[in-house]
Structure formats: C-alpha cells, structure tokens
C-alpha cells in the first residue's frame, strides 16, 4: 500500500455578482494511503480514448473534511487532478474513488 500525500479541492459556492452564484476551489493538504491503483481505458465517440481511474485514495480527514466532504470535486495525485467521483466516510478517514481527469476550475 503505496502513501499518498497531496491537495484536496472543495467548492465552495459564493455569490458573485447580478445574484449569480459561482463555485470558489478552496484546496487543502492531506495524507493518508492509495488502497487500489487501476486504470481503464473508455473508447467513445471520440477521437481519443478517456482514461478512467478506479482508484482508492483513504485520506485522514480533519473537522473541516467531516463537514464539507460533499464538497470535494478533486484530488491532485501524480501530476494530475483527478475527479472524485465517491466519498465513504469511515471516521477517522474519508475513502475517496476517483474517476477521470478533472479539467474543471482550480485554485
């Protein structure tokens, strides 16, 4: 079982301006274990095939974790933002599954 230690992304929604409310990345620190390593190729209608991480990454959660885990949008893990795709809660960890790359908006 592999460490992983690496920044969590949170979305935090605000209210900007004309009453249109826009999603704030917070990111922060954590470390905890990478539980399953494995990748799938997904062929579509595409041009390029999606690559699709079933990964397990079991982070130690704090109190602001607890709180905003519905929250998570990403993961930066090897170089990369991957989705969140799940988030199981076993205290004192969060079990995040993630899926394909994040190409949404960071901090």
Do not use: C, H
Not at 29 to 36: A, F, I
Request: proline share 2%; net charge neutral; charged share 25%.
């Amino acid at each position: 079982m592999a460490k992983f230690y690496g920044m969590v992304g949170y979305a935090k929604a605000a209210d900007g301006t004309d009453g249109i409310w826009t999603d704030t990345i917070i990111e922060r620190p954590y470390m905890g274990d990478e539980l399953r390593n494995t990748m799938r190729v997904q062929s579509g209608d595409k041009v390029n095939d999606d690559i699709v991480s079933n990964n397990l990454i079991s982070i130690v959660a704090d109190s602001y974790a607890f709180e905003q885990f519905f929250a998570i949008k990403y993961v930066r893990w090897r170089g990369a933002n991957w989705k969140v795709t799940n988030v199981e809660v076993q205290r004192p960890r969060l079990i995040l599954t993630i899926g394909g790359v994040y190409n949404g908006e960071t901090a």
